[in-house]
């Protein structure tokens, strides 16, 4: 399957998955998955699990926005996991949804903010070049997958791929 493929399918499952632990005698015909009366006994306990889902490409935001419980992202400064936030909320709440936002983030905690951006430093002089620029590659690799071109990492420097 192609990258938005891949979240329509999802998002058919989630829908599907659903289904069958809140109703009765479930029906269901999309896509991927079809079910005919069936029933699912004994049901899961409430409130039900979350659904986590993670991404970054419009695909994924757009999934998130309709079925997901929570959105996980990383690798971005934060004025444009911002933008992917904002995104993701005005269109849950055009679907009548919320969503929960999770972000992968690190943090460096000092005294002062030069003491914390010196640690920064070391860790970033410290790197193994090779690694890096080996994530580095495959991490914009996999953004390519997705029809806008590019993922949260296309336009990371060393540096942000090393944080």
């Not at 909320?89 to 005294?111: L, P, W, Y």
């Not at 003491?115 to 970033?124: D, R, S």
């Not at 991490?139 to 997958?145: F, I, L, P």
């Amino acid at each position: 399957l192609d990258h938005d493929e891949r979240y329509r399918r999802s998002e058919e499952f989630i829908r599907a998955l659903r289904g069958i632990w809140t109703e009765e005698s479930f029906t269901f015909r999309g896509d991927f998955y079809r079910f005919n009366q069936y029933s699912l006994k004994p049901k899961p306990p409430q409130p039900l699990p979350e659904i986590f889902q993670g991404g970054s490409s419009r695909a994924a935001r757009d999934m998130a926005s309709r079925v997901s419980d929570w959105y996980f992202t990383n690798g971005n400064t934060p004025a444009e996991i911002a933008k992917q936030v904002d995104d993701i909320q005005a269109k849950a709440k055009a679907n009548s949804h919320s969503v929960k936002v999770g972000v992968n983030a690190f943090a460096i905690v000092r005294e002062t903010e030069e003491e914390a951006k010196a640690v920064l430093a070391e860790i970033i002089a410290k790197a193994n070049p090779e690694a890096v620029n080996a994530f580095g590659h495959e991490v914009k690799n996999a953004g390519k997958a997705s029809p806008e071109g590019e993922g949260n990492w296309a336009k990371s420097s060393f540096d942000d791929l090393v944080q």
